[in-house]
């Protein structure tokens, strides 16, 4: 599997072979630095740690300039980890740069980032409910999530609010995997990867970039 941390840049259009306009994600992807190599003798098991994007000199903490400094880098503000396979050695070692040109023979890719977020909402907006009628007595109660708990509806176990019951609250701002994107070109000399469709995330955020797991091809 590739692996690689980058930024979103934006969306922007290109045409393709046939010449339809197609919608298309920018990411700025790398380069990255092996920050660490795990084992499973030393660590318990197999991963490989990368880092992105430098944290300016006043910024840096002691400990992570440490544990940067034993990859010979500087700390990074993007730090993410991926586990291996036991079975599975790192086919790279701490202080190698991974860069776009990974991605050359990969068709489809996934990532991950996180969405935005959008404040406090209500069910309508969160949760896609249809509302109560436009007229026929209803009365202020249009956007109203509805009854929330009873008896009849979880017969035996009470009549209070069940887990996981869809209500009001925050909306955005957790963890999104977007899957099998079409990678639609490489700019190896600006570390860009062109991908079709969207992926979560502001622009400027950042983001998780790998071959897909359950490719299309």
């Known amino acids: 599997m590739v692996m690689l941390l980058g930024k979103k840049i934006g969306m922007t259009q290109v045409y393709d072979a046939s010449g339809r306009i197609t919608t298309v994600t920018v990411l700025q992807a790398g380069p990255c630095k092996v920050m660490q190599v ?3 003798k030393t660590d318990g098991y197999n991963a490989v740690q990368l880092g992105f994007h430098d944290v300016k000199e006043s910024r840096r903490r002691k400990p992570e300039a440490g544990h940067a400094a034993k990859a010979n880098t500087v700390p990074k503000k ?17 202080g190698d740069e991974v860069t776009v040109s990974a991605f050359a023979d990969v068709a489809y ?3 991950a980032g996180t969405s935005k977020g959008k404040g406090y909402a209500g069910v309508m907006k969160r949760h896609g409910f249809g509302g109560f009628p436009g007229s026929h007595g209803t009365e202020r109660k249009h956007r109203a999530g509805g009854s929330i708990a009873s008896y009849s509806s979880d017969r035996g176990h009470g009549g209070n609010l069940k887990k996981g019951k869809r209500m009001a609250g925050r ?6 995997t977007t899957k099998n994107h079409v990678l639609v070109s490489i700019d190896e000399s600006q570390n860009l990867l062109v991908v079709k469709g969207a992926v979560p995330g502001a622009s400027g955020s950042f983001v998780e970039i790998r071959s897909a797991r359950k490719s299309r091809a």
Do not use: C, H, I, Q
């Open 38 to 40: 795990k084992n499973k």
């Open 78 to 94: 993007f730090v993410r980890e991926w586990r291996l396979a036991d079975d599975t050695p790192a086919e790279v070692s701490a």
């Open 109 to 111: 890719v996934d990532v």
């Open 171 to 176: 909306m955005g701002g957790v963890r999104v």
